[in-house]
């Protein structure tokens, strides 16, 4: 007679559930949540309160990582989370900010303006996940996410901030949103600051201009940031041109 094996309990105590690390993915939840405060400020017609959410996502999103590398909690499920979490702040609140606040007045074109950043966003965070093991740590391949966001709520911010409405501005808008879109998905390389060394010693101008960068940001927040973004946004173009003139010379 055949011998019945014991079937293994689904409570066995042997077997462990995997489980998360709470602190990086706080933040990466805290980054969702001002995302989701975007949306929900842009659809009350706060525009001003749901830019400066989508950079204080941005903060966050930049502090999660660098929290999981510190306290050596990196995962297969932080960096997961953390792409869905950046579609929600970098993707779609930016597209439905800019479309609420500027690009409903176009029509199909305002819309279809919108989706394409969005789409580009959701693009942009693919392939920066299939391609991350064997890109090159000192560059990105296409606008970051972050940085196409602070573009677009930058530019509401600012215009807010100096009275102007997004009707006034929204073939400028348009043009802007697509270009943060397409360029998230673009070739072109952007710097990615992750090779700087914070111990090694810098030359005194570069305190001074660390110092002056803080006095712009104290006195116009939305300016200071807006300007830097748009500076990063055209320095991937500018790179690319000098390295084609390069090669033509040569």
């Not at 660098?66 to 869905?84: I, K, P, W």
């Not at 300016?223 to 033509?248: D, N, T």
Request: net charge positive; proline share 3%.
């Amino acid at each position: 007679m055949t011998e019945l094996k014991p079937r293994k309990s689904l409570f066995n105590p042997e077997i462990k559930r995997r489980g998360i690390y709470v602190l990086p993915n706080l933040f990466t939840t805290a980054a969702l949540f001002a995302g989701f405060f975007a949306i929900v400020q842009a659809m009350q017609g706060d525009f001003a309160r749901a830019a400066m959410a989508i950079f204080v996502a941005m903060v966050l999103d930049g502090l999660d990582g660098r929290v999981a590398r510190l306290t050596n909690t990196q995962s297969a499920f932080g960096a997961e989370y953390d792409s869905l979490s950046d579609m929600v702040s970098f993707g779609a609140a930016p597209a439905l900010v800019m479309y609420e606040w500027a690009l409903r007045d176009m029509g199909r074109l305002g819309w279809i303006a919108a989706f394409i950043y969005c789409a580009c966003a959701a693009l942009r965070l693919a392939r920066f996940n299939t391609t991350l093991e064997v890109m090159d740590k000192r560059y990105f391949q296409g606008l970051p996410s972050p940085a196409a966001a602070a573009l677009v709520a930058g530019l509401v911010w600012v215009m807010i901030e100096t009275g102007v409405a997004g009707n006034d501005v929204r073939w400028f808008a348009c043009g802007l949103t697509l270009f943060a879109g397409l360029t998230m998905v673009s070739n072109i390389r952007f710097y990615s600051f992750k090779d700087v060394n914070l111990k090694k010693s810098v030359p005194f101008f570069v305190i001074a201009a660390i110092a002056l960068g803080f006095a712009l940001v104290a006195y116009s927040p939305e300016i200071a940031m807006f300007g830097f973004f748009v500076i990063y946004g055209l320095s991937g173009y500018v790179q690319a041109a000098i390295g084609l003139l390069k090669r033509k010379a040569s």
